[in-house]
């Protein structure tokens, strides 16, 4: 039985978040705020592919500024999420850099280079007057450099597809998270039928993440999905909140227990 005291949460995030591809997002986006208030967080990518730069964009940057005063989170979502370093050599690097992804832009890189990226992407918000307190990489992949290149930054968090860990210490929280590969309908299909399984499987699990991505809104199917699969999760009592609240909440809770 849940402990009303401390209810079951839902993260609701929105990966690859940039003004290519808003489009996609936006009539979900819309869904949801006429459910009420469930805030979200938005993986921002300062310039998507290198030619997306939020510079140019300021008709998309008061779209995240006002996303704030409704309660909203922004968290960084690398720098260019595409993966431009030089060739893998291991089989293993290809596997996960030309397989698994083409999108895994700190999978590789040195802490120097981590550490140069991520100041760029601070800066970026900074910039702007965003509130930043987390980094989440591209595909959920990094390079020992850039877990060190973390510990060195004024950041609260950083996330992979499982877990939330604090910074600088990288102190992991567990948080099952749900995520579709939607190119194909076949994959959409696969997706569905493994969500559903983790679902039944984390009724009682504290916290729920739904990782959304912009292919997903293109097909009717997914999005359909999410959207009901949020509703669903609102209805048994999920209470939504930011990564960033729901992390602060642990802490908060970790400091009591002490």
């Keep these: 039985m849940a402990d009303p005291m401390n209810p079951p949460n839902l993260l609701l995030v929105l990966h690859d978040v940039a003004p290519q591809t808003w489009g996609d997002y936006q009539p979900f986006v819309e869904a949801v705020d006429a459910l009420g208030e469930v805030p979200m967080t938005w993986l921002v990518v300062p310039n998507f592919h290198k030619h997306n730069d939020l510079q140019e964009h300021p008709g998309f940057r008061r779209v995240l500024t006002r996303r704030l ?3 909203d989170e922004l968290a960084l979502h690398g720098y260019f999420h595409c993966d431009d370093a030089p060739t893998p050599i291991t089989p293993r690097d290809w596997f996960m850099r030309r397989i698994y992804t083409h ?8 802490q120097e280079t981590a550490l140069a990226r991520l100041h760029a992407g601070i800066e970026v918000f ?5 509130p930043l307190e987390g980094f989440v990489a591209p595909a959920w992949l990094m390079s020992e450099g850039t877990r060190q290149a973390l510990r060195q930054l004024p950041l609260s968090y950083t ?7 604090r910074l600088p210490d990288f102190t992991a929280f567990d948080a099952p998270g749900l995520v579709w590969s939607a190119r194909s309908a076949w994959r959409r299909g696969l997706s569905k039928f493994v969500s559903d399984q983790r679902e039944q499987r984390w009724q009682q699990a504290p916290v729920i ?12 199917f997914s999005r359909t999905y999410w959207l009901q ?7 048994e009592g999920r209470v939504p909140l930011t990564k ?10 970790m400091g009591r227990a002490a």
Excluded: C, I, N
């Design 69 to 71: 005063t409704r309660g």
């Design 103 to 110: 999108e895994g832009e700190f999978y590789s890189l040195s």
């Design 126 to 130: 900074h910039r702007y007057h965003w």
């Design 159 to 165: 996330s992979d597809s499982q877990h939330l860990y």
């Design 209 to 220: 993440r739904l990782g959304l991505h912009p292919v997903d809104m293109r097909h009717e």
């Design 229 to 235: 699969t949020l509703k669903r999760l609102l209805d």
């Design 244 to 253: 960033s609240r729901w992390l602060a909440l642990q802490s908060e809770r």
